[in-house]
């Protein structure tokens, strides 16, 4: 069966620090990963998806993504964190016809 | 991507009672979803809404509990049927946008439900 597992519960780091949100997933067959931001009282946007080519993927806002085969890994960074990127930020595996497997989510503290 | 709406926002509702939540899109799209996020978890997909037939369901939910309806490419409704306070969620919508070569799912906004 497929899942995502996003081990942290929260990531704090400074402003102007790089930031990591770490993914690993499990499904059959090719994955199909995205990475999901969800601000206070607002619904998911998208930030950015792999499907197949170059395994950094860059998508909006500043917000790049790694695959890894060999580690089932999905990790989203960006370079230098800003306090608006302060969210939930959830990764998901794409399973059977186009439905989606999600994360519990990472809480993501941009400190000043 | 298209443009995703729903109704209610919010809603605080009494145990016993239904409550039905709209999905409006600006486009007709193929597939649409519907999701429940619990407070403090993460999103679990509920059902897949099929345009003209009835919605497939995940493991756990049935379809008396959350009976949906597609009646056209543009709308849906998921209604959460005799309600308890485990029920009180944020429901959202999602739908597929062919974007490229793959599909990508979007979502509305979210209708936070609180049962009392």
């Known amino acids: 069966a497929q899942s995502v597992a996003q081990p942290e519960d929260q990531v704090n780091v400074a402003e102007g620090n790089p930031l990591t949100v770490k993914c690993t997933y499990s499904v059959s067959g090719n994955p199909y990963l995205f990475w999901y931001v969800q601000y206070p009282n607002r619904g998911l946007q998208f930030l950015l998806k792999y499907i197949t080519g170059d395994n950094l993927v860059k998508g909006s806002y500043g917000f790049e993504a790694e695959f890894n085969k060999s580690q089932t890994s999905f990790h989203l960074k960006k370079p230098s964190a800003l306090v608006s990127d302060s969210a939930l930020y959830f990764c998901?595996?794409?399973?059977?016809?186009?439905?989606?497997?999600f994360g519990k989510g990472n809480q993501v503290v941009v400190i000043p | 991507s298209a443009v995703i709406s729903q109704k209610p926002s919010r809603d605080i509702c009494q145990r016993g009672t239904s409550l039905t939540i709209q999905c409006q899109v600006d486009?007709?799209?193929?597939?649409m979803f519907w999701y429940r996020q619990q407070p403090g978890q993460s999103l679990t997909l509920i059902a897949t809404a099929n345009q003209g037939s009835e919605a497939t369901y995940e493991s756990g939910f049935v379809i008396d509990k959350f009976p949906i309806s597609r009646p056209n490419l543009t709308f849906s409704t998921l209604t959460v049927s005799n309600m308890s306070p485990e029920d009180s969620s944020i429901y959202l919508c999602?739908?597929?946008?062919?974007?490229?070569?793959?599909?990508?799912?979007?979502f509305g906004p979210g209708t936070r439900l609180t049962v009392l």
């Open positions: 999602s739908v597929v946008s062919t974007s490229g070569s793959t599909d990508t799912q979007y």
């Open positions: 486009s007709q799209v193929t597939m």
């Open positions: 998901a595996v794409r399973f059977g016809n186009n439905r989606l497997a």
